[in-house]
């Protein structure tokens, strides 16, 4: 059961990251285009802004994705000192502490959405655009990115509880050169 919840978990994050991925293909080809009109001297406007919005997005939506793929930056030196053991709970330990950082900027990015939602705030640019619109976007991926790590917190404690340390591993360890070259 636990498998199974964390590789839906891992599906899900597979499948944002490819609507992540068309996202960010779609607007690099929006800003060549604009840059190409302009030396027609022609412009969509508003390419520079756009692409700081989606970036923004991407960025707070990648990060879930990279989660269950084990992407992100560990440093192992201790790590790789201990037993199975000795690293399962090293693994839990950092992917706690992670869980805890995400949810404290996921909570503390609604007050940003909530002032722009209540005062009905607009960028002050040539769009003029509602700036509740890029920053649900930002915040939604922050609060999945803490979802997903709470869950993988979650399941991983089941498993280190378990004695299941390479079903941990595979969940919540980290990924050196060694590893990575295999």
Known sequence: MIEVLAAALR???SGLALAVGIVLLATAGFVVADITLRQFSHSFGGSDEISGYVMAGV???????ALTELAHVRIDLIRLKLQTRGRAMMDLFAMTVSA????VIAYQAWP???KSLLRGSRA????ETPLWIPQAIWFSGWVWFAVS???VVLLALVMVMRADYPAADALIGARGEVEEAK
């Open 11 to 13: 599906r899900i994050n």
């Open 59 to 65: 960025a707070s939506w990648g990060l879930s994705y």
């Open 100 to 103: 805890a950082a995400v949810s």
């Open 112 to 114: 940003v959405l909530e």
């Open 124 to 127: 002050n640019t040539p769009l």
């Open 149 to 151: 790590s709470c869950l």
